[in-house]
């Protein structure tokens, strides 16, 4: 009997074995798939890249998740509570797995043959969110199971909750609990009160079902069960949890706190981020610090809104953007009704953006002095045509008609812009004409503000680093600046008369005239400069030679591929971005020294590590103060010895070559403040400071304007034009139309500021000439002014044709001074 027991058991034993060296065969595989010890402990979370100001002003994120890392500590104890009661009430007492929440996950398999309910634990659920997908399949359970074991034999509780409440996603691209309470309350978790707590804590379950955003009910039901919980477990009193169950749902959908709003400056930044870090930028948690100035990005910003509006209020009106179909103003019996309208106007004005204060209206109703209109901010508005800002209606760039009838340019159902100015509604519309401003460290490079376009929304295309535009008369400077070199001074005269060329020019004969036309005989290059006037460029192009004029401004950094290699060059008929032209300037502003310009000054981690720090060629005074120049250098430093920190990690400073003569630097600095004088830029002077200088631009039929203008730290370039670059019109110049924007600007970054002038160099010096023909002044000349000379420059001669003898000595003696 015995033997035959055995014998009929022996099968048995074999399928026991069987089932235990599959298990044991799954186990070892399964266990050698999972994460080691070293990588659990090294559990990295994707953390967005912010971008801030140099005065640490948030001015953008990216990233495809949203996540604010908190530590165990800073979790508070309802948040913590409120999970655990939701999520895991055992969750200090297993050891990773929950038996009884498997066995209901078993039940459930067996009986629908799916695997409808988790039974998982947090710790269960940080292996799944941290190495594994969320597909319920029972080898993916197995091993959820496995590394949550692994997980509690290595980390403690307190590590493993930190883990899940910073990786746990809880909906609108919010993962964790601090990015969850910026994104559905705008708050810190401090700031949380209970009732929103068991809202963030009803999320895990499904983020999408119970979003309080796209399901009040739902949520609600949610946040009830979630405080029930809390109230069964003892870690609310009763008064908390009914004043929190009486709460209403107060969530909303929160964006990033952005301090400042400047979309040019931070895609440059991201650009330049993914770059250098490839697509870890988005997720390794990067704050970035730019060299932008808040307060001056504000005012660039500013500036070059208001001059753009200017300009499009100038030249009228042009017309309705859009028109609703007149029946969607009607009711069922095709009669008018201001309900519906209402209604159907709401909807149709979901795809027109507010821009700038422009708010999107649709008209209801017109007559000849007056209009109704419906706005997307729901206002019924009345705008009477004695109040209006634009005052003409625009047929092209050159001519304009008054609006008298506003019957006669619009009609009901048409979509137009209103704007609120002065506490009035007036028509607006949005500008169809574009711009660029940017302002730079003439020492350094760094981009202390920068704007590269009217709204981001409208264009994302950066004009500061992409529009290549004819520069016109702003190039001029660089062509008296190698005049000066190859021995002209500023008071070389050059006759400003017409001539026909017909070599190294454009094809065929070019007879180049002045702007208007007129021509001023024999002209001082100073005042040559200051009037901006063409033939005197031409002509000095003319002498000097177009190779050598090429060669000559590699010196100012300026890139001659694409210049012309003809007499245009001297009217700027070549290309150069406005950051280029920035750059270029910079020599003048420095005293000759190549700078370039940058927008990234440092990169940090969220632990304040130094990833990355710029470390730019700088321009250093005589004598050169090292620790000055990294007080300059790394101004968002809030102590020395983060100074200190910043430069071991850039390394040793650099230091920029001077690569143009600085007496000529003086004399085009000098010559350039005479355009602000009595120049084309006189309308600069309303900053009363007698240390700036710069160049108008404008080219052939007024297609751009331009004015760049400096002092001995910094350069500023505005910019004006059509994207298209068609025609601004016949009376819009570098002086009418950039300039303001210039001037607006420069109010602000000057505000406050000691003058600061270029020191006059060695080898220079200054004497009395006669206004009007550049001569050294006799005692009878009528108008003499002082001019500037390198020593070797300067005249021998003096004004009047017929010289005495004594005249001839005192020539002489004023050899041997200079």
């Keep these: 009997m015995s033997i035959f027991f055995k014998r009929a058991l022996k099968p048995f034993y074999y399928f026991i074995g069987l089932i235990f060296a599959s298990l044991l065969a799954l186990y070892i595989t399964l266990s050698s798939s999972l994460p080691s010890v070293e990588e659990i402990q090294d559990m990295r979370m994707q953390i967005p890249m912010r971008i801030y100001t140099q005065d640490k002003k948030l001015i953008a994120v990216f990233g495809e998740k949203k996540r604010i890392p908190v530590t ?66 029972i080898i993916r359970k197995l091993r959820e199971i496995l590394l949550a074991y692994k997980l509690e034999r290595n980390l403690s509780k307190e590590r493993i909750f930190e883990l899940y409440m910073n990786k746990i996603y809880l909906g609108h691209r919010a993962y964790g609990v601090a990015a969850a309470a910026q994104v559905y309350y705008g708050k810190r978790l401090s700031e949380l009160n209970l009732s929103q707590t068991a809202m963030i804590a009803g999320l895990p379950k499904a983020p999408s079902r119970y979003n309080p955003i796209a399901n009040k009910k739902r949520a609600l039901q949610r946040r009830d069960y979630v405080l029930r919980r809390m109230s069964e ?34 895609e440059m930044a991201r650009i330049e981020m993914e770059e250098r870090f490839g697509k ?30 200017k300009y499009d209020t100038r030249h009228g009106y042009r017309g309705p953007e859009a028109k609703i179909n007149y029946n969607q103003l009607l009711n069922s019996d095709f009669e008018y009704d201001l309900e519906i309208s209402m209604i159907n106007i709401d909807k149709y004005l979901k795809n027109f953006y507010e821009i700038n204060k422009n708010i999107p209206a649709v008209v209801l109703n017109v007559e000849k002095k007056i209009i109704k209109v419906y706005t997307k901010n729901n206002q019924l508005l009345d705008i009477k045509l004695n109040e209006v800002i634009i005052k003409n209606q625009y047929f092209d760039v050159n001519y304009r008609k008054k609006i008298k009838s506003f019957d006669k340019i619009l009609s009901i159902g048409d979509v137009v812009r209103v704007k609120e100015v002065k506490n009035k509604w007036r028509l607006s519309q949005i500008p169809n004409v574009n711009g660029a401003l940017v302002s730079i460290d003439s020492n350094s490079g760094a981009i202390s503000a920068l704007s590269g376009g009217y709204d981001y929304r409208l264009s994302k295309f950066n004009r500061v680093l992409q529009a290549k535009r004819q520069p016109g008369s702003s190039f001029k400077p660089f062509i008296y600046s190698a005049a000066l070199n190859k021995g002209y001074t500023p008071a070389s005269v050059i006759n400003d008369a017409p001539k026909v060329f017909k070599e190294n020019t454009v094809s065929g004969a ?22 901006s006037r063409n033939m005197i460029s031409i002509r000095l192009l003319d002498s000097i030679g177009i190779n050598y004029t090429l060669n000559y401004v590699k010196n ?48 940090r981690k969220r632990n304040n590590e130094i990833i990355y720090v710029e470390n730019p060629v700088r321009v250093c005074g005589n004598p050169c103060d090292y620790v000055s120049m990294d007080t300059l250098q790394f101004p968002s430093a809030e102590s020395v010895e983060e100074i200190t920190e910043l430069r071991k990690k850039a390394g040793l400073p650099r230091f920029a ?18 355009v602000v004088k009595y120049g084309t830029a006189r309308k600069a002077k309303v900053l009363k400071r007698d240390d700036i200088a710069g160049k108008t631009g404008t080219t052939n039929d007024q297609k751009d304007a331009w004015f760049t203008g400096f002092n001995r730290d910094i350069v500023t370039v505005s910019f004006l034009g059509f994207d298209n670059h068609s025609s601004l019109g016949k009376n819009e110049f570098g002086s009418t139309a950039a300039l303001p924007m210039w001037v607006d600007y420069m109010k602000i970054a000057l505000k406050g500021t000691p003058k600061s002038n270029m020191d006059e160099p060695e080898g220079l010096v200054s004497a009395k000439i006669d206004s009007k023909n550049g001569l050294l002044a006799s005692p009878t000349s009528e108008s003499s002014i002082v001019e500037v ?3 070797e420059n300067v005249p021998k001669t003096f004004s009047k044709d017929i010289k005495t003898n004594d005249e001839n000595q005192k020539e002489i003696e004023i050899e041997k001074i200079f």
Excluded: C
């Design 72 to 137: 165990f500590e800073e979790i508070p104890d309802n948040l913590k509570n409120a999970f655990i009661a939701a999520e895991d009430n055992r969750f200090y007492k297993h050891n990773g797995v929950d038996y009884f929440g498997l066995l209901r996950a078993l039940k459930s398999f067996l009986t629908t043959g799916k695997v409808t309910q988790g039974g998982s634990t947090i710790t269960m659920q940080v292996a799944r969110n941290f190495y594994l997908t969320r597909e319920k399949k």
């Design 233 to 266: 477990n003892n870690f609310i009193s009763q008064d908390e949890y009914i004043n929190a169950y009486l709460e209403p749902v107060s969530a909303k959908l929160n964006t990033a706190n952005i301090e400042l709003k400047a979309p040019y400056v931070s």
């Design 280 to 309: 870890d930028a988005y997720t390794k948690g990067y704050d970035v610090f730019t060299t932008i100035n808040s307060k001056l990005q504000e005012a660039a910003q500013s500036s070059l809104k208001k001059n753009i509006e």
């Design 510 to 531: 070019w007879r180049p005239k002045n702007y208007g036309g007129k021509f001023f005989g024999p002209t001082r290059l100073r005042y040559g400069l200051a009037k």
């Design 556 to 603: 100012f950094g300026v890139k001659t591929e694409k210049l012309p290699k003809d007499l245009t060059l001297a009217l700027g008929s070549g290309e150069i971005t406005p950051i280029e032209l920035s750059e270029a300037y910079a020599y003048f502003s420095n005293g000759g020294f190549g700078i370039k310009p940058y927008i990234i000054e440092q990169v």
């Design 657 to 674: 070559t001077q690569t143009v003569d600085p007496r000529n630097i003086y004399q085009m600095v000098s010559m350039m403040k005479d």
């Design 789 to 791: 000379f390198r020593k």
